[in-house]
Nanobody, 125 residues
Framework: QVQLVESGGGLVQAGGSLRLSCAAS????????MGWFRQSPGKEREFVAV?????????DYADSVKGRFTISRDNAKNSVYLQMDSLKPEDTAVYYC?????????????????WGQGTRVTVSS
């Protein structure tokens, strides 16, 4: 089992920045690929960013966040981060950290085995 705990959400004005963190514990060898998803009220959970976790890493982003969000990892801390800059009101959502085994840049939420509880991000206009 892998446990994921997110932190760093909050309220920020449009144009501001936030940094989300996700700490993994347990059988982290099963968490080679980690992603961020988000869900707004009345909408499906959508892909935001993904990073592979190994000797080398690769990343992918949703078109809506490219150039504004950056995903990164710290192997020593078993943690993944999402730096969010130039935030927009439409970025308001609950952000979830997810993990899966294998080194594949998976954007489908159905392929992730482990999920955190989520952290809320609110961007005011």
């Amino acid at each position: 089992q892998v446990q994921l705990v997110e932190s760093g959400g909050g309220l920020v004005q449009a144009g501001g920045s936030l940094r989300l963190s996700c700490a993994a514990s347990g059988r982290t060898i099963s968490a080679n690929t980690m992603g961020w998803f988000r869900q707004s009220p009345g909408k499906e959970r959508e892909f935001v960013a993904v990073i592979t976790w190994g000797v080398w890493s690769a990343t992918d982003y949703a078109d809506s966040v490219k150039g504004r969000f950056t995903i990164s990892r710290d192997n020593a801390k078993n943690s993944v981060y999402l730096q969010m800059d130039s935030l927009k009101p439409e970025d308001t959502a609950v952000y979830y950290c997810a993990a899966k085994s294998g080194l594949k840049l998976t954007t489908s939420r159905y392929e992730y085995n482990y999920w955190g509880q989520g952290t809320r991000v609110t961007v005011s206009s």
